[in-house]
């Protein structure tokens, strides 16, 4: 990789049958999973990172923009919003076989007053009608003003190349926010890590202010598709590692156990979860760790 780097946030938007996810996965170039499924402060929902070039995209799903019919929904639309604010590039997802509906039609509307550089990307190409595609294409440009209008097949991949090198074009220059390799299982790594990290300050409390961190040492798929991880807890000392045990190994017991349910769920696959608790002085200066568990060093 040469030149200056580019990193940019793009909301992708859409109705739940217009194709984002497949979409997503189809600029990232394999199945990604969402780095982090809680609900974070931001609002936003990381979906996938995709590189082209010296560009990083970070692809972030903006949920729950549809029929905002009780205050809870308005109030929750609001919001999602607020998460598409920082964003350098908002892309409508609109189903090219299903046409222009209300929901669409509102949505594009909403658009309209926007300040963020705005594309309209019409999915399915490959099943749509050429005339009606186009027809949609007229209509929600005259609803809302977008910069550019693309045609892709996220199924088939037809021009989702093309896409991608216009999305990376239009990010603004920045350092990447994310390691190189992390569309792999990096993502899933973390995410396993993340919830055993919480499981210990939910159940250590103040016994364990921050003084652990959770390394995932391994991650393997087996055959029969249930997943295999190995996590190490490292504590700075001793007497550290004797809390995250408890007596008779009955808090790490505890911690695995529901570690591994949570991990189960978010997966929807059988995990197969080994804690290790690992004494390591100093940890906080292994700079490789800060950059598996997802943080930027500090100098």
């Known amino acids: 990789m040469s030149g200056t780097q580019h990193c940019g946030l793009v909301a992708v938007v859409g109705a739940p049958n217009a194709g984002k996810s497949t979409l997503v996965n189809a600029l990232v170039g394999q199945k990604v999973a969402i780095v982090s499924p809680k609900a974070q402060t931001t609002r936003t929902r990381l979906m996938g990172i995709a590189i082209e070039g010296d560009a990083q995209l970070l692809l972030v799903d903006t949920p729950g923009i549809f029929d905002p019919a009780r205050r809870l929904d308005r109030a929750m639309v609001a919001a999602a919003w607020e998460g598409a604010k920082d964003a350098d590039l908002i892309a409508l997802v609109v189903d090219g076989k299903g046409g222009v509906g209300p929901k669409v039609r509102a949505l594009a509307e909403s658009l309209k007053t926007r300040r963020e550089r705005k594309l309209l990307i019409l999915n399915k190409v490959d099943i749509a009608d050429k005339p009606r595609l186009l027809g949609h294409a007229a209509t929600l440009n005259e609803l809302g003003a977008f910069d550019d209008t693309y045609f892709v097949s996220a199924t088939t991949g037809d021009g989702v190349a093309e896409l991608k090198a ?26 396993a890590a993340e919830i055993t990290r919480e499981q210990l300050y939910l159940q250590l409390h103040a016994e364990l ?91």
Do not use: C, N
């Open 166 to 191: 216009a999305l990376a074009a239009k990010l603004p220059e920045g350092p990447w926010h994310f390691p190189e390799d992390q569309v792999s299982d990096a993502t899933d790594r973390m995410l």
């Open 209 to 299: 202010p921050y003084a652990s961190a959770v390394e995932t040492e391994q991650y393997k798929e087996r055959e029969d598709g249930s997943v295999e991880i190995h996590q190490q807890i490292l504590v700075g000392r001793e007497t550290q590692r004797a809390i995250v045990l408890g007596k008779g190994g009955s808090r790490i017991k505890e911690i695995g156990a529901r570690s591994r349910a949570e991990l189960a769920k978010l997966m929807g696959v059988k995990v197969h979860l080994y804690l290790h608790v690992k004494v390591r002085p100093g940890w906080e200066d292994d700079r490789g760790l800060y950059r598996d568990i997802g943080l930027d060093w500090v100098e």
